[in-house]
């Protein structure tokens, strides 16, 4: 598959809106982190390791199937590394760096390696909703073909070696994006993710670590990785999960009941501008899409589901603006695409609805 199919369209295998508890959960995430042995970290490697690196990585990716390909950074304009970050595909980090690094990807996009990036290799499978076991089964099956290939650095007392103290032992980051907006709104949401924070759990951005909550949307990640079993992990967070579901969802039922004219307005004030808007901002896009993405969730905008809203989480960033655009924009100029590209979009979903 070529690169270009990925890079065009604002969906992923992860973004289809299904799922369980998929009003709250956008999409679950288990990433493992391996290295290869005898190899140095990718912070300590000569540009023969690095090159090393990715021609064993592409010979592993060989063996994972019809439906994977293999595509080197280096090639890629900015723009077009930014699109893969904003899917999911790719940390910020590795496109930043984009020589003697590479990104594997199944061809639904649930599944992705990162080839030197913090950690020689960074496998990661995403499922739309709180899907957190089936994530898990399907990188731990992911990992197994690969180290049929490779030799894993990997020690009996520490288990997985890797550049970062914080990832020993089971390599694994299992993680959850979820939408918050009425625990904002509430005022809410420090003292639960507060708390969430002090049982042993890490609360980021929608983009990970060193990112921003924009709209109201918080990644939720496990932070041991020492000393418990991967379906420990898994189960454990699972459970927090569930807490902060059940939170989310009385607030909103609470503010259904106490102020059903303020929030049936909030959402049709929002579905209006996005579709009738000429300027949009990047901050007011999102804080619009969350509102319509609660909306749906409260049944209120049947005309549209949570893909077609999680499409628009891609579209509205600059990578993917300029891709469309073929230059980089300046700001004005990305207003006004961001505006028309979202335009289209909810209009092409509404006759999609109206035909069914």
Known sequence: MELKEHLDRPTSGWSRGTGPDADVVVSSRVRLARNIANIRFPSRQSPEEATEVLTLAERAVGIL??????????????????????????????????????????????????????????????????????????????????????????????????????????????????????????????????AVTKIGYAVRGMYGEGTDAVGNLFQVSNQRTLGMSEEEIVAHLDQVLGQVIQAERESRHELRNQSPDHLAD???????ILRGARLLTTAEAMRLISDIRLGIALGMLPEIDYATVNALLVICRSGYLARVAGRELPAAERD??????????????EAAAGGR
């Open 266 to 272: 909030r959402v049709g004030r929002a579905y209006g």
């Open 65 to 194: 199937g019809d439906d994977w390909d293999f595509y080197r950074l280096a090639p890629l304009t900015a723009p077009d590394r930014r699109v893969l970050v904003e899917k999911h595909l790719i940390s910020p980090q590795l496109a930043r760096q984009p020589q003697a690094a590479a990104v594997a990807m199944s061809h639904d996009e649930r599944s992705s390696l990162m080839v030197n990036e913090e950690d020689h290799l960074r496998l990661q499978v995403m499922e739309p909703g709180r899907n957190l076991p089936q994530a898990w089964q399907e990188a731990n099956a992911m990992d197994d073909r690969l180290e049929a290939d490779l030799e894993y650095a990997f020690e009996p007392d520490l288990g997985y070696l890797t550049a970062c103290p914080t990832n020993l032992g089971t390599g694994m980051r299992a993680s959850a994006m979820v939408h918050l907006p009425v625990l904002v709104m509430s005022g809410r949401v420090g003292a639960l993710l507060q």
């Open 336 to 349: 006004v695409l961001r505006a028309r590209l979202v335009r289209e979009h909810l209009q092409r979903a």
